[in-house]
């Protein structure tokens, strides 16, 4: 599964390796807040960085437009400028007034055209500032991802997988891999800045205009840079002296080789016990955040704990077609208890506390209803909470034929990751 006519292939098998991926929502972009001085044509002319102005770097492209009246689009070119802060950083958008378009702007006035949408720049809120925003993306420093992802398309061990992801930049996915040899592998690397020049207070915790899950001081802070080889290739070095090109080292990212529990789990989930404090801005490395809530991975977790020996391929075709609702499994028993006890309430001869009285009152007031979500939950429970979704696959009736019929299907579910995934114990977690 990989960009169409592309000979690569970002989740699959080359005979000697087997690979997927789920979303590693890791955070490779940088935002900035901006203060702008403008021209005497009142476009954006500087920004202001270490309290000087820097001036800003304008790019003006033409792009020919597409006559289909049937989708509002009259032909055409048309022409616009982005502009960008001496460091790299895009500007996206510039306080001022909304307009239709540049012929809105009127005499001795400049409209730009900010994703999208045309604005005269402006202090539309009198506070003796233009302001802005920019922001800085890992992807913006080309790397050969084509090249990378050849590279672990050919490797032929889970070694060789590792050292090739090694490389990645812009791509935000964990990757797990096994080889014939059995062995497995799980990462969560990309190309992520350091950020070590971001002020933390001595909890460790980021400084006001100094959290990147925030909008940065763009007076105070530059962009980030991805170093590269020639080749595209991810360069560590000019890390050791400037911190602004310096990169997260793989080792320093979660991982795992060959855990003892003898499986890997993941399934858009926290990759490493980051947020389990409750917090996503206090580790000595930042990837990203926030994750999905772990139901997903808990439950593959479960049946892959559950299975004695070697899983087979029933074993994975059941994982893979399960519906349990672990939701259901976990609010289910506690509703039906809740209901229980206001049932017990009902029949009290005791005075009811104001909290339990409210809950009689409720329950009484829409007895009947209350009691059918009661046999639902019930009956949903003793089939153990399975969620149908009406969609028959061939992993509910395997055949050969329908294996092949569905291979569609089986690739865009390994996509997904549902049958492959991780859980990661702190001892292979380095840094986190």
Request: charged residues 20%; proline residues 5%; glycine residues 10%.
């Amino acid at each position: 599964m990989m960009t169409p006519a592309m000979p690569l292939m970002s989740t699959g098998t080359n005979g000697e390796i087997a690979f997927g991926q789920t979303q590693l929502f890791g955070d490779i972009t940088d935002w900035y807040a901006e203060e702008l001085q403008l021209d005497a044509a009142g476009a954006p002319a500087a920004s202001k960085f270490s309290d000087a102005w820097k001036p800003l770097l304008p790019t003006t492209e033409s792009f020919a437009v597409a006559n289909i009246p049937i989708l509002g689009s009259t032909g055409g070119t048309t022409t616009l400028t982005r502009y960008t802060t001496f460091d790299g950083r895009w500007i996206t958008s510039v306080e001022g007034t909304a307009v239709s378009g540049p012929e809105a702007a009127g005499t001795g006035q400049t409209a730009i055209n900010l994703l999208g949408d045309w604005v005269i720049p402006g202090d539309v809120d009198g506070d003796g500032r233009v302001t802005a925003v920019s922001f800085d993306y890992a992807g913006l420093d080309l790397s050969n991802m084509a090249a990378t992802i050849d590279r672990y398309n050919r490797a032929t061990d889970v070694a060789s997988f590792a050292e090739a992801t090694r490389d990645l930049v812009a791509y935000s996915l964990n990757l797990v891999a096994a080889d014939k040899d059995g062995s497995i592998l799980y990462t969560a690397f990309q190309a992520t800045p350091c950020r070590d020049y971001l002020e933390r207070d001595a909890e460790g915790v980021w400084t006001e205009g100094s959290d990147p899950n925030l909008l940065l001081d763009g007076n105070r802070y530059g962009g980030f840079q991805i170093p590269l080889t020639s080749d595209g290739r991810v360069d560590t070095a000019p890390g050791a002296t400037d911190p602004y090109a310096c990169v997260i080292p793989w080792e320093e990212v979660p991982h795992a080789f060959d855990p003892s529990q003898g499986y890997l789990v993941t399934a858009n989930n926290d990759p490493g016990g980051v947020t389990f404090d409750g917090s996503l801005t206090n580790d000595v490395r930042y990837i990203g955040g926030p994750w999905m809530e772990g139901y997903r991975a808990a439950e593959i977790t479960e049946e892959l704990s559950a299975i004695a020996g070697d899983a087979t391929v029933a074993d994975m075709q059941r994982i893979q077609g399960d519906h349990t609702s672990v939701i259901g499994k976990q609010l289910g028993p506690e509703l039906l208890a809740a209901i229980d006890a206001v049932r017990a309430w009902t029949q009290q001869d005791r005075l009811l506390s104001p909290t339990e009285q409210r809950a009689v009152d409720a329950y009484l007031a829409r007895q009947a209803e209350i009691e059918d979500v009661y046999t639902r939950l019930t009956t949903w429970s003793d089939r153990g909470f399975e969620a149908e979704s009406g969609v028959e696959t061939f992993y509910h009736s395997p055949s050969p034929e329908a294996v092949q019929d569905s291979i569609a299907t089986s690739i865009f579910n390994a996509w997904m990751g549902r049958y492959v995934g991780r859980t990661i114990n702190d001892e292979n977690i380095p840094g986190l």
